[in-house]
Nanobody, 121 residues
Framework: QAQLVESGGGLVQPGGSLRLTCKAP???????????MGWYRQAPGKERELVAS???????HYADSVKGRFTISRDNSQKKVYLYMTDLKPEDTALYYC????????????WGQGTQVTVSS
């Protein structure tokens, strides 16, 4: 089983909303809670990009393309990270992944299967 498991994707119309969930079923609390966690996405033909991150003390950062529309949050007791996406646009269509970031912004774990988000009318 992967370290990180993503869910919550789907097909949504432009302007719609989705909430993605990332869970860490194999991690213990003391490993998960200090991690800087990030949501990434990869659209067809494009490189994977970091769209949002959250530190252990809930400090957040967003890519300019999603700022004001996406909100990242975490529940350390549940070992989960969420990405709430609003005002979705066709250009948000991608496979979304979560991962933990190192101090040099590299990813810590192997990629999971991701969850597909498709924004289309």
């Amino acid at each position: 089983q992967a370290q990180l498991v993503e869910s919550g994707g789907g097909l949504v119309q432009p302007g719609g909303s989705l909430r993605l969930t990332c869970k860490a079923p194999r991690m213990i609390f003391s490993v998960f809670s200090p991690l800087v966690m990030g949501w990434y996405r990869q659209a067809p033909g494009k490189e994977r990009e970091l769209v949002a991150s959250i530190t252990s003390d809930h400090t957040t950062h967003y890519a300019d393309s999603v700022k004001g529309r996406f909100t990242i949050s975490r529940d350390n007791s549940q070992k989960k990270v969420y990405l709430y996406m609003t005002d979705l646009k066709p250009e948000d269509t991608a496979l979304y992944y979560c991962n933990a970031l190192t101090a040099t912004s590299q990813t810590r774990y192997d990629w999971g299967q991701g969850t597909q988000v498709t924004v289309s009318s």
